[in-house]
């Protein structure tokens, strides 16, 4: 890379988009499908590190990883060497047939991350969306039930079944007829915008009183109900984290009605919460955990992580062609040394730094109404009026675009939220970049 590899910090050299980025929207345009989301036309040629140089030459700070996905940067050489080095002896023979040693051995080092005394087991598929539909069905087998719960504001992928747990954007579901039966959503624990006025360590306990009192006398025995699923920070809802007591008095109802609880960590695991995971900062040990985006710096993998009494379903109950294939694997174990040596600590620091530096935002900027989030996985609310908390996702959008043409590459989440999710390998002065362009950006946005 002939410019981010000498640089640390954005570098602008043309309007933007560029010229070759405006053929390279029109050329996609043409033959890509229209149901992607674009927030702002990037177009990425190269990574390194947290920098991303686009096709003219434009090189910008990445606040986004691929939508968290990319957890040590992008094309780190030790994850780049492992990949080539794999790919040179063996790319694939299909681990639902055959073996490969690479397979239980990742599969051990993962479970050894997850809370919890019982020995487990790991399914491997592609992507977030096939970890929650094998959690799914995992439940299903394991229970005998066929009910789920899951929450509103929540995201667990776009496969038909994911989808019915999926209650974020009515897009997602527009269109596509009945979903699977038997599934329930309850309010998420958020606490910004709590009725009753609760403050993050308290929202919730009236949804909980909600869930046993009615949804358990009303509409599903307990009985019925194979598991109940949650992010412990909520990802695409605005990075909302539940609070500590309402994962454990979760796991409690779940654990009194032998009911499963599901974690799914796709967004907020590995690493990116400075723990392996979001749930071991509320103590919880979840039945059935769902990883996937960081686990692979960027190689399409999942996994459902599962006590091993649990994992116990009989060949071809559930399989993957490419789940776990061996180029995957490698990149995965690369990337577990990384966060080991180095970069959950980093997650943590940096996560620190961050809040420290906009501890004031809601003081400094009138548009600013809540900052939120935990280690590098930070919320950021937009409003019209501190006072009324009015949703204002059109000036959410436009920081977005202007923090782009500012040279950082950040994304909305939930209705009016900003998120930052950075590569766990940022420094502090990249970290002071991304809070200088926000004020600049906070700024410009209110004055209108």
């Known amino acids: 890379m002939t410019t981010a590899t000498e640089l640390k910090l954005p570098r602008l050299v043309t309007a933007l988009p560029g010229p070759k980025a405006k053929q390279v929207v029109e050329y996609d345009a043409k033959y890509v499908s229209p149901s992607y989301t674009r927030d702002y036309p990037l177009v990425a040629k190269r990574g390194h590190g947290a920098l991303i140089e686009d096709v003219d030459g434009n090189t910008f700070l990445d606040f986004s990883a691929g939508i968290a996905v990319c957890s040590t940067g992008h094309s780190h050489p030790k994850v780049v060497s492992a990949i080539q080095k794999q790919a040179a002896e063996l790319i694939h023979m299909s681990g639902t047939d055959f073996f490969y040693e690479s397979l239980p051995r990742f599969a051990e080092r993962l479970s050894k991350t997850v809370p919890g005394a019982e020995a487990k087991r790991v399914y491997f598929g592609n992507s977030g969306t096939e970890a929650v539909e094998a959690a799914m069905k995992l439940a299903r087998y394991a229970t005998r039930r066929d009910k789920f719960i899951a929450f509103y504001g929540c995201f667990h992928g776009r496969t038909m079944g994911a989808l019915s747990l999926t209650a974020s954007k009515a897009v997602q579901r527009k269109g596509f007829g009945a979903l699977l039966a ?248 990249q970290a002071d970049f991304a809070v200088r362009t926000l004020e600049e950006c906070f700024r410009e946005v209110g004055k209108n």
């Open 182 to 429: 038997g599934v329930e959503h309850i309010p998420y624990p958020y606490a910004y915008r709590c009725p009753l006025g609760h403050t993050a360590e308290t929202c919730g306990e009236e949804i909980l009183e909600l869930l046993e009192r009615d949804l358990f006398k009303r509409l599903f025995d307990p009985e019925d109900v194979a598991g109940i699923i949650i992010e412990p920070v909520q990802g695409e809802g605005g990075y909302v984290p539940a609070p500590k007591f309402f994962l454990q008095e979760l796991q409690r109802i779940c654990r009194q009605h032998g009911i499963l609880l599901i974690v799914d960590e796709v967004q907020s695991g590995m690493g990116r919460t400075g723990k392996w995971w979001a749930c071991e900062h509320a103590g919880i040990e979840p039945d059935i955990l769902c990883s996937a985006k960081g686990i692979a710096s960027g190689m399409p993998l999942g996994a459902v992580v599962a006590r091993a009494s649990l994992m116990d379903w009989r060949p071809g109950a559930h399989a993957s062609t490419f789940g776990g294939n061996p180029v995957c694997v490698a990149a995965a174990m690369a990337t577990m040394d990384l966060l080991e040596s180095e970069y959950i600590e980093n997650a943590r620091r940096m996560g620190e730094f961050l809040f420290r530096r906009a501890a004031d935002w809601t003081q400094k900027f009138r548009i600013v109404g809540d900052v939120r989030g935990r280690g590098l996985m930070i919320g950021v609310e937009i409003v019209h009026d501190q006072r009324t908390k009015e949703k204002a996702p059109e000036l959410r959008n436009k920081i977005v675009q202007l923090a782009f043409q500012k040279g950082l590459l950040i994304l909305g989440a939930g209705d009016t939220s900003v998120r930052l999710s950075p590569p766990l390998l940022i420094d502090e002065e």
